[in-house]
């Protein structure tokens, strides 16, 4: 139990800001932060940090609470373990009387099976450093790698006995079931027996850690040559185990990843523990497992820069390829080192110091697209087949590129090392291009059950007048009206539909300009006004790149008169609502209240989105008279059949909005 007076001396000290700092990358806006939530998976920030009040909120998924209810949340401790970890963090000290059966009792399961986890790893550590059995086969083992005790500590590293039980005895003597263990992935049932037995017995020990520093399970390395057994073995998936969400040493790694903006990733623990020795500490292993979006979406957390560290024999540089495709395709600039033959950066990295080892990286390190076409080149030589697999493959690379702009300088650079026509690979990368699009319509084809026909082209396109009588708005009107929005309003709250975790649909507070700008940009609609696209292009930076809100200073004073102008015009002279509104006869001042402005807000976004897609499905029937290919044409039918559904969906909410 924690005095309730060393509690109040916790609660004061504790900083949100901190606190969340630790785990989540927070961006200062305003006197708030503001970071990607943590609890639900998101591409633009909805999760708000206000330190004047102590507390954090997501207006995505709407956790929310205080510093100790981070904790509870995040890293899954009970209210007691948040207070310690707190009173650590901020060197408060505290007299603590023994817990209870029935704290003991409460614990959650998941707090048990951290609480193994951990008992293992300090117990496989002390092993390593005080059982003769640990010295003379463990320790020599990382010793003869090179590794130093600081380091060996630094990692948790450890070895479990060569013994069926001499773990899961000790466990047992600390108050933990044999069920228990077995769900912690520590201990292995005997089906034939019912006896359960260590299961990383005779290895040396890898904790996995979480972000926040707390053992999930682990990665364990046999010593002997025996052929029969694996190498590594590792903690099965677990409730709180996952290892495709989880990447060996970011816990040591994030706050380096942070401040070089780059990530090194290497495939093997050791890499990583031995980087990290050698002065890298930006650096995560796969652990030897195929990557993961899950994992890439992890480090795209911390940075957008990652340069992959795998062996330089063939199965590595298979590995890479198949590595940085995901990389691109997740938009992420992605760099590659080569090591000479024979070595891996673990054994390059300890010959090396640390000065010359972080040189090596940096002179070596070169784009991979560019690696990857060299290398290629060299592989295929003279031989015609081996040359047009290779011009496929990269074609297929660069076609993975999201951006028009880097895919046409790396079919330059590419075209030039290749001393191949640039126009030719231009069309070839027109063509998968076009077979990425095909293959991915005919997976969602295939996921929705849609038959895609000619005849559905013949349904006529309603007119936005049919839809909602009397407005008569001009596409410029539309987007007017939603750059007015973000302008005047872009910093007000707003009540409205959004997606939470589960993917249902829920009313939420949301700031209205993060409303608007993802809902634009998760559809890809584009503002055909020169100075609204600049105004929204401004809006969506600083939203979704620098996660941040901007200031209107940035726009009443931009260099650039048009944008100027116009912010002045909207936020001083224009008084007028939308067109729809004044025929309504509804004043500016009834959008004080709120529920008025909810409705406002999403009736201004509707008939934007409106406008829009009604020009897409004409643009797309004018196309479909044009084409004669039918492979195109049934991407486009499909696209048309996807439009119009969504058109359809939106007309009726915006008639709902209309008629309350
Ligand atoms: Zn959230």
Not at 108 to 117: G, M, P, Q
Not at 643 to 658: E, P
């Amino acid at each position: 139990m924690i005095k309730s007076e060393d509690i109040s001396k916790i609660l004061d000290a504790a900083r949100i800001e901190d606190v969340v700092g630790v785990f989540v990358p927070l961006k200062k806006r305003g006197s708030n932060y503001i970071g990607l939530c943590p609890f639900h998976d998101e591409k633009t920030p909805s999760f708000n940090v206000n330190p004047a009040r102590g507390i954090f909120k997501c207006f995505g998924c709407g956790e929310g609470g205080d510093s100790v209810a981070f904790l509870m949340k995040h890293q899954h401790y009970t209210y007691p373990e948040a207070l310690r970890w707190l009173a650590e963090r901020y060197h408060i000290h505290i007299e603590e009387t023994e817990a209870t059966a029935e704290e003991k009792q409460a614990q959650s399961e998941k707090d048990r099976l951290f609480h193994i986890n951990e008992f293992a790893q300090k117990y496989f550590q002390d092993l390593l450093f005080n059982d003769e059995e640990g010295k003379s086969i463990g320790l020599s083992y990382f010793e003869e790698r090179c590794l130093s005790k600081d380091t060996i500590r630094r990692w948790g590293l450890g070895y479990c006995k060569d013994s069926w039980d001499d773990f899961c005895n000790a466990a047992r003597k600390e108050g933990y079931t044999d069920e228990e263990l077995v769900k912690a992935g520590v201990a292995i049932r005997n089906e034939n027996t019912g006896s359960i037995y260590d299961r990383f017995r005779a290895r040396v020990t890898f904790p996995i850690f979480n972000i926040g520093g707390r053992v999930l399970g682990f990665s364990a390395r046999i010593l002997s040559s025996d052929k029969s057994k694996a190498k590594y073995v590792n903690s099965p998936e677990s409730i709180i185990y996952s290892k495709s969400n989880v990447l060996f040493g970011l816990h040591l790694a994030k706050d380096k990843i942070i401040k070089e903006d780059l990530c090194y990733l290497v495939e093997g623990n050791m890499d990583a523990v031995m980087l990290n020795q050698n002065g890298v500490f930006n650096v995560v292993a796969t652990s030897g497992t195929a990557l993961t979006t899950q994992q890439i979406n992890l480090i795209k957390r911390y940075t957008r820069n990652v340069t992959v560290l795998y062996d330089g024999d063939s199965a590595g540089i298979k590995a890479t390829f198949k590595a940085v495709n995901l990389f691109l395709e997740q938009g992420l600039n992605v760099r590659t080192v080569l090591f000479p033959d024979g070595e891996d950066p673990d054994s390059f990295a300890r010959k090396r110091t640390s000065d010359e080892f972080k040189a090596f990286l940096v002179e070596q390190s070169q784009n991979f697209i560019i690696y990857k076409t060299n290398f290629l080149k060299q592989q295929a030589a003279d031989d015609p087949v081996k040359k047009a697999q290779m011009l496929q493959d990269i074609v297929h690379t660069i076609s993975l590129v999201p951006d028009l702009l880097e895919r046409s300088t790396y079919l330059q650079q590419c075209s030039s090392i290749l001393e191949f026509d640039e126009a030719t690979l231009s069309n070839a990368l027109k063509k998968q291009l076009h077979q990425n699009a095909l293959n991915k319509a005919k997976q969602e084809t295939a996921k929705s059950d849609i038959v895609v026909e000619k005849s559905i082209i013949d349904v006529p396109i309603p007119t936005q007048k049919q839809i909602i009588q009397g407005d008569n708005n001009s596409d410029y009107e539309q987007e007017k009206g939603v750059i007015k929005l973000l302008l005047a309003h872009g910093e007000r709250y707003t009540r409205q539909e959004v997606y939470d975790e589960s993917g249902s649909l829920t009313r939420q507070e949301v700031l209205v300009s993060l409303f608007i700008v993802c809902d634009i940009v998760n559809d890809g609609i584009k503002f055909n006004d020169k100075v609204f696209a600049k105004i929204f292009k401004l809006f969506k930076e600083s939203i979704c790149d620098r996660e941040e809100l901007p200031y209107m200073n940035d726009f009443i004073a931009n260099e650039d008169t048009e944008i100027k102008n116009l912010t002045a015009e909207i936020l001083v002279g224009d008084r007028e609502l939308s067109p729809l509104w004044i025929e309504k006869n509804i004043p500016v001042a009834s959008l004080e209240d709120d529920e008025v402005f909810d409705k406002y807000v999403i009736e201004t976004l509707l008939r934007f989105k409106l406008q829009k897609i009604n020009a897409t499905i004409r643009d797309i029937k004018e196309q479909l008279k044009e084409i004669k290919d039918p492979q195109e044409s049934s991407i486009l039918l499909y696209e048309y059949k996807k439009i119009t559904d969504r058109r359809n969906f939106i007309s009726k909410k915006l008639n709902q909005v209309c008629m309350n």
